[in-house]
Antibody, heavy 123, light 111 residues
Framework: EVQLLESGGGLLQPGGSLRLSCEAS????????MSWIRQAPGKGLEWVSS????????NYADFVKGRFTILRSDSKSTVYLHIYDLRPEDTAVYYC????????????????WGQGTLVTVSS | QSVLTQPPSASGTPGQRVTISCSGS????????IYWYQQLPGTAPKLLIY???QRPSGVPDRFSGSKSGTSASLAINGLRSEDESDYYC????????????FGGGTKLTVL
């Protein structure tokens, strides 16, 4: 059974930084791309970043503007999202999701999603 | 503003057929596959349709997807109360360096 367990969220102050983690199990982690998607309270889904298998290329949404870094550790079956210079507009539930294949691209997006971790940025 | 456009709401009565549209452009829907996700209240999104019209195992065949040009649709036949949920379309967008785009979501109410 595929499982994705996110952690690292919480209440943080503007300007701070954090590292979100997503530990995977139930599938061969190193074969698949992984992504982060966020959802602000009461809003829709917003793709943040993806990292291909390998580890291969990374891709980021335009709004990231260098403040986010996605990394993966195949030995730990874990994908990370570092967020720097936190802003109130980063407040959201952050979901990690498994790719349908080794790369998130035209034919292959995300299939299985974790339950998410809430990040609240407020002073 | 979402890159893909969905109606904010839809509704139907039990047993009815309901369709949800998703409109995009030549850089996303027209040239790439469309995906549909179901998000029940308070839960994580779940893959409903992938590669335009493919259903993952466990998804009832009441759900179907289609695509034509720059638009796509999700159809739900034999509407049931448990289908009341938010539905999101998504696709790869070839513009810039490539990225994933979502629709704004459609809240389906079963009357």
């Amino acid at each position: 059974e595929v499982q994705l367990l996110e952690s690292g969220g919480g209440l943080l102050q503007p300007g701070g930084s954090l590292r979100l983690s997503c530990e995977a199990s139930g599938f061969n982690f190193r074969q698949y791309a992984m992504s982060w998607i966020r959802q602000a309270p009461g809003k829709g889904l917003e793709w943040v970043s993806s990292i291909d298998n390998g580890p291969g290329p990374t891709n980021y949404a335009d709004f990231v503007k260098g403040r986010f870094t996605i990394l993966r550790s195949d030995s730990k079956s874990t994908v990370y999202l570092h967020i720097y210079d936190l802003r109130p507009e980063d407040t959201a539930v952050y979901y990690c999701a498994k790719g349908l294949a080794g790369a998130v691209t035209g034919p292959d997006l995300m299939d299985f999603w974790g339950q998410g971790t809430l990040v609240t940025v407020s002073s | 503003q979402s890159v893909l456009t969905q109606p904010p709401s839809a509704s139907g009565t039990p047993g009815q057929r309901v369709t949800i549209s998703c409109s995009g452009s030549s850089s996303n829907i027209e040239t790439n596959y469309i995906y549909w996700y179901q998000q029940l209240p308070g839960t994580a999104p779940k893959l409903l349709i992938y590669r335009n019209d493919q259903r993952p195992s466990g998804v009832p065949d009441r759900f179907s997807g289609s695509k034509s040009g720059t638009s796509a649709s999700l159809a739900i036949n034999g509407l049931r109360s448990e289908d009341e949920s938010d539905y999101y379309c998504a696709a790869w967008d070839d513009s810039l360096s490539g990225h994933v785009v979502f629709g704004g979501g459609t809240k389906l109410t079963v009357l």
